[in-house]
């Protein structure tokens, strides 16, 4: 508060004034007033006044007036109206204060809505409360629940504080701050002792950081002078505290919500990621769907397809040497090695079945036969590894055939699953089948050419028609050669001429050119099991003769 002027209250020009000085002239005696320095305010100055009466303001004199014994009275108004100038100053003051500390509030507070962050509405926190409140250093200190233990968002100012003590001594700051108490302390030696705060400093002020009863941390500001703090600074402190707590719990709850919205969409991702590992999504989006959850009991769709199917040969006999863990690690790796060829080739797979796999493609059925020769190409760098430890080779068969097909979620609302159901499945799992019947690894039926542009590097034998059990059509069957190993594959290319000529020879009855054919074929390529095929049907045609009404077509009698 600004010190009142003995001089201001004579010197002005107001009624106080005139009254004042009516007295000091209404006296016989020559009267004067003078600061507390001595120096002439007002009146006749004479070298021996016979009194001098002080004019005292709060136990402190501002100034005198001198001259006979009645100068008292003139004394005693002035010490009066110093009073009442003191009054109005006081609250002057008190009210500018209170100007200033709301407006520090506001601003405060406007500060506060430009930011959710807890660490950020900390920072600024301190940044206000020591703008507002000289310090020397401060801290925030919240306690994480969660965790129990403190932490330190914010600090400031001068090293003053050890941050690994505040930390490690929860006990002691559960006493200030943290017990839900704001106030200035004046003992330090606690908290000098177990090194929270360093020996210099001489003052500390804190405030309890509270929501709804609950108290989240404090405020701490220290300073290196005797009482640097008074009642005004903790009451402005409180606010501040009691203002930021309500950010920082409204930015926590912001912050966890969104965590935990993020949470929720990861582990939805996450349900999708694996879902589709079980649920092909090319299926779901074949339906038209995106995710697994847009898809309802009885979404279905049709469509032209290649449905590939591939199957280890002779797995029982593999299996009957191999332990049950060593038979599901064969099987892993064998679907580990032809599952990304299928994928590669836009298919997709549609089950595991044991030793078999069952593939799906969509599009274009070249697609499907890249992915068949690909298959039969990991096959044999498999078994150049299975050689190398000494291990029996692996042969798989691969038969597809292309047709009109149905996909869609059947089952009842408590158990769906993902169906597909059509002819053509069936189908080209009996074709898969045919690759035992006639020694060949890769066949595919006329459907599947038919569909093919005619513009690609694929080989093929034509090898016959059959009719599949239970089946009215005939069905022709090629083979393609094109997934044999480099120097096999060239040998059929030389014997294809000869092949197809022994394969019209054949199905005309003509069995003696065809026999001598199959025979020259196997001069060039002895291992060519098709042919061997062939040959020995060859050679029980022309010694036990050809059933009545044979046309060439093999019929089956099993699936």
Known sequence: MAKVSLKNIVGKKNEVNGAVLALVNQLTEATWIEDENGKPLLGNTTENPNSSFPVNLDNEIIGWVKGDEK??????????????????KKLGTEVLNLYQELNVIYNFSEKLTQTIDPDTIALLTLEQATHSIPSHSGVIVLWNEEKKQLTVPAKSGEQLFNEDNLRNNSGVLLKIGLSGQSEIMTDLSLLKEKGIIEKDVQSLIYAAMKVKHRIMGAIILVGKETEQYSAAHLKLLVTLALQSSTAIESAMLYEKNIREAREREEAILRIHEVTKKFVPIEFIRSLGKETLTDVK????VEKIVTVLFTDIRDFTTLSEK???EE?????????????PVIRSNNGFINQYLGDSIMAIFPENPEEALRAAVGMQKEVHELNKERKERGLQPIKAGIGMHTGSLIMGITGDEFRMDAATIS???NTAARIESLTKYYKSPLLLSDHTLQYLDGHNNFRFR??????????HNLLSIIEC???FDESQFERKLQTLSHFNDAMNSYHDQQFENALQLFQTILTIDPDDLTVHYFLNNT???LREGVPKNWTGTEEMVSK
């Not at 100068?71 to 109005?88: D, F, G, H, P, S």
């Not at 009991?297 to 279905?300: A, F, I, S, V």
């Not at 016959?464 to 089946?471: E, H, N, P, R």
């Open 423 to 425: 002819d053509t499945v």
């Open 297 to 300: 009991l009885g979404d279905q």
């Open 539 to 541: 050679r029980k045609y």
């Open 481 to 483: 050669i094109n997934g």
């Open 327 to 339: 038979n599901f690690k064969f099987v892993s790796s064998f679907n580990a090695r032809l599952g």
């Open 71 to 88: 100068a008292v009275m003139i004394a005693n108004l002035l010490a009066y109206l110093a009073q009442k100038e003191a009054e109005k």
């Open 322 to 324: 191999m332990t049950p």
């Open 462 to 471: 034509h090898l016959g028609s059959v009719k599949l059990k239970g089946k």
